[in-house]
DNA sequence: GATGAATGAGCGTTCATTCAT
DNA sequence: GATGAATGAACGCTCATTCAT
């Protein structure tokens, strides 16, 4: 599972175990004190180890925060093509999509937020590695919108629709970005939620002028 | 000009003349190493002063970053305020801001993203003034998208207008979270900004299905 | 035969067998990055072992370096008793424990470098063992120089005598500190091997000038 | 004096003074406990200095090792260099030479101990240095055999003689590896010393067949 | 007001050793 | 008798900050 980065453990299963360990409390540490700020003793601790023995599953400070990354968006992948799977038709699973991405960056605003922040503290190489899941994520709304159009029977325009992916899988994190300011301003986050909806929906031209939410 | 953030010295010509010595060399080691990366020494070195001179103008490294945020975004509030000035009616002036807004972001995207990832590295006290100063920023959004409608008799959302506001200032800023990815998978980055432009315009109902750039 | 290291386990036939493939394993690694810079770990797996298993054969690290030591010097001894005995006047006796002596330390460069260099990891009670058997080795070339001595009629001079023993065993140790050097500045080890027992032969009044190898 | 060696440190007389409390300091732990077993804390103790201070002069602890070789075997040469200065003939040169080899790795014998064991522990770099100066000082053997074979109308057999500038410099540091030996086997330091100058005067050559001291 | 050497707490990391299984 | 995960003290090193000059 988690075979990239080495360990001096030959124990698979116990791997796993000290790796969730690890990784849950690593992001309750890199969220509230973001990487660099974080000593690897605190995560550690917040991980129930001992500094010899994390070090046993780790090489590095960097290989922690490798291994959230990989995790955190190994599971945002899975609960995306959970929720598309669930949908219809392409216009459906479109709808789903944006739904599910609106209400996940919700949910896990502290840890989206981490993920935004922290990437220039990857090395190279993992960088590339967290690079290449982004892709695959922002390819899967590519697909949902190419699907969508094909089906309404409308003009495929190639850039239109590639930097549409790119917007639509980053709006939401605006509200993660402004989240201080938004919950000063408005009621419920429920409502945010539905005009950011919106405004997705017609600037892909879902909807010609609907008026709401 | 500089005075929230304390110092020994007297002179105040001497203050403006070393602060903005600071601003520029820690922005250039800042944008290279990001913050925690950069050493005070590389500052002073960057901004050509001693380590002992540069602790005259600021009492921490924390106060850096802090004096950097306010000249930056005190710069980026008055190139809007400028762009805006020389537009005519409201709905010149809202394109004006969103196309400055695009532009800024792009030709600024170093300093941008430097805005947004190291904004936890602000004190509790220097956030909070920081994201005033943003409020500051969206409001003019709020204030222009308010003059459009009115304009053009339209019924005013208080809630849509406000998320809109929010939204048409920080898309931008997806261009440069997403910069590596739409370098390699696009032409042109004018014509991406193009796309965005057109997308927000949507969003906001500004076009009603036009098609293209 | 390893009786002097403390172990936990009882059957000795199992200790010896294991002592040989930690000396084997030990001194391949300690060769290769001196004693310090090796790992228990390291030693363990040249050694075909768990590092359990390792510490049930000996009871610290610096017991690995003894045993390697007390084989190595044992070996080395034998070598040399055992080229003697072939030898017939006490002159060939001598000459072929300078040959003797030359060849095993060209031969054996890296082991010998090893335990030059390492001395001082050993504890004071192994130093005083390890030097106990380094005596023994002199005492060897003293009893073979006091023969040849006595049959060539002339006087003994006890003092040089027993500095020459110290002189001609160590001096062959030279080629081994000086290797990157000759190396360099020698066409052939063979020839410098030439010159040295000349100079060591000479050192002694064996040869009145003769002229060459 | 020091230039080699990187320093954050910019006033040159600072530079060396603190290196040379540096080099005694390390000297003496180093003697006592060999470069790996020696912690930068007891270093910087024993130099006087606390530990951001010592490394304010130098980047590593490897550094530390290169400027007391640096120094020592400067030192070295030096001594050499006077001694053989005040001699006349190219015979007292060579005497004045062998001579001074003697008394000064008797004087010092630690210190050349340390010189032989530890040039492991130099980087790449620092070796290919150190072993420069040692090949200097070969040479400087090499020049006065050269002179002293010349004088004496004697054919130079290239081989032999620079093999013997090398036996020449090392054989006295027999005397240090076999020191504890030595010290119990005779009375004096002096009468072995005696005894080496004699062995290696008729290594090569010099005396015929004197008998003794 | 400028200088830059001194400080020391705290960082990431290693590894010899133990001991429950 | 073998295993290998756990341990934690100690290592080399950094750097924001101070202050005598």
Do not use: C
């Not at 974080?38 to 046993?56: C, F, H, P, Q």
């Amino acid at each position: 599972m988690h075979k990239s980065v080495k360990t001096r453990i030959k124990n698979p299963d116990l791997i796993d175990i000290r790796r969730n360990q690890i990784i849950q409390g690593a992001l309750k540490v890199f969220i509230a004190k973001g990487f660099h700020n974080s000593t690897v003793r605190e995560i550690a601790d917040a991980a129930g180890l001992t500094m010899g023995s994390l070090y046993n599953y780790i090489r590095s400070k960097e290989d922690i925060i490798f291994i959230v990354y990989e995790q955190v968006t190994r599971s945002l992948r899975e609960d995306m093509k959970q929720a598309i799977k669930e949908a219809g038709s392409p216009e459906e699973r479109l709808k789903a999509a944006l739904r599910q991405n609106l209400t996940t960056v919700h949910e896990y605003q502290d840890v989206i937020m981490f993920l935004y922040k922290e990437s220039a503290s990857l090395d190279k190489e993992s960088i590339r590695t967290v690079l290449a899941r982004e892709t695959e994520y922002i390819e899967l709304f590519e697909g949902l919108l190419r699907d969508y159009f094909i089906q309404k029977g409308k003009k495929i325009e190639e850039t239109r629709l590639r930097v549409s992916a790119d917007l639509l899988s980053y709006i939401p994190v605006i509200m993660t970005f402004r989240r201080w300011s938004l919950r000063r301003r408005f009621d419920s986050m429920e409502t945010v939620m539905e005009e950011i909806l919106n405004f997705m929906l017609k600037g892909i031209e879902f909807i010609e002028a609907e008026d709401g939410g």
